[in-house]
């Protein structure tokens, strides 16, 4: 079975910084792109960025990119998010999903960036 | 605003077909396949149709999906009260070069 189990989240002031991790188990783990998608209160789903199996591309929505590093430790079955510089619109449940499709994805863990 | 636009809500009886759209661009749906989510609020959103019109294993075949152009869509056929959710369509889009989505379509069985 799939699981995808995010951690890291929490209450965080605007400037400030924190790191996502998602540990996968049930699939190699190697064998896949993986994404964060987050969804903020009361709006949709949103992409937040994607990494290569080899970590060797990774892509990122305009509004992260430059503040957000998305990494992957294949040893660990881990995937990451450092994210720095955090807003407000920032603010969201951020979900980890495996996948060239994002096929399964995990419960998610809240972000609350606001002084 | 959303790169692809899906209607805000839908409805339907128990038993009826609904179906939800899902309207791009040649940057995205126009070149690339189209995928669909179900998300209850609180939970892990769930792949409930991939490369335009695939089930994943346990998706019931009264989901249906299909693309044309730059349009997609998700039927959903004898409808029951446990498809009350939200709904998301998404592509890659190379223009942004990342994946886009829709902006949901929120399901009421009534």
């Known amino acids: 079975e799939v699981q995808l189990v995010e951690s890291g989240g929490g209450l965080v002031q605007p400037g400030g910084s924190l790191r996502l991790s998602c540990v996968a188990s049930g699939f190699t783990f190697s064998n896949d792109w993986m994404s964060w998608v987050r969804q903020a209160p009361g709006k949709g789903l949103e992409w937040v960025a994607n990494i290569k199996q080899d970590g060797s591309e990774k892509n990122y929505v305009g509004s992260v990119k430059g503040r957000f590093t998305i990494s992957r430790d294949n040893a660990k079955n881990s995937l990451y998010l450092q994210m720095n510089n955090l807003r407000a619109e920032d603010t969201a449940v951020y979900y980890c999903?495996?996948?060239?499709?994002?096929?399964?994805w995990g419960q998610g863990t809240l972000v609350t960036v606001s002084s | 605003q959303s790169v692809l636009t899906q209607p805000p809500s839908a409805s339907g009886t128990p038993g009826q077909r609904v179906t939800i759209s899902c309207s791009g661009s040649?940057?995205?749906?126009?070149?690339?396949?189209v995928h669909w989510y179900q998300h209850l609020p609180g939970t892990a959103p769930k792949l409930l149709i991939y490369t335009n019109d695939q089930r994943p294993s346990g998706v019931p075949d009264r989901f249906s999906g299909s693309k044309s152009g730059t349009s997609a869509s998700l039927a959903i056929s004898g409808l029951q009260s446990e498809d009350e959710a939200d709904y998301y369509c998404a592509a890659w889009d190379d223009r942004l070069i990342g994946w886009v989505f829709g902006g949901g379509t929120k399901l009421t069985v009534l």
């Open positions: 999903s495996s996948g060239s499709y994002c096929d399964y």
């Open positions: 040649s940057s995205n749906i126009g070149s690339y396949n």
